[in-house]
């Protein structure tokens, strides 16, 4: 298994960066160990798929998660708000990373994804293959 560790830096987008290094390193199939540190802007999705909420406050990332790759990155996270509430969702671009971000991914050698539209849920959805 291949690790990347990255640390992110005020200012950047934690979905557009997350991104940028997918496809920096031109990653097949990867997930997200750990993902700390903080943000000055949460903007994130709920369920349905439409409701798109935002915080403009500091927040610590308490969760992050999901699957990476260059076609496709699908992550979810947490966020820890001052008053120690809790906001979670699906993570848009607009998290803006506020001090910083220790990320650290790692990539799955024997298994690779492609992206598909799904019928049923009408999304581009992730296609799982082994090499």
């Given amino acids: 298994m291949k690790t990347i560790c990255k640390r992110l830096r005020r200012g950047d987008d934690l979905l557009g960066s997350i991104r940028e290094l997918a496809e920096k390193e031109k990653l097949h199939l990867a ?3 750990s993902g700390v540190g903080c943000v000055s802007r949460v903007r994130l ?7 798109v909420q935002e915080v403009e406050e500091p927040c610590e990332i308490v969760s992050l998660q999901g699957t990476v790759s260059a076609k496709r990155c699908h992550l979810h996270a947490a966020f820890s708000k001052e008053d120690l509430s809790t906001i979670g969702g699906h993570l848009m671009e607009g998290c803006t990373v506020n001090t910083t971000c220790e990320l650290v991914l790692a990539e799955l050698e024997d298994w690779y994804c492609d992206v598909e539209q799904d019928a ?3 999304y581009d959805e992730i296609v799982f293959h082994q090499r």
């Fill in 120 to 122: 049923e849920t009408g």
């Fill in 45 to 51: 999705r709920d369920a349905s798929g439409v409701t």
């Fill in 31 to 33: 997930v997200v160990l």
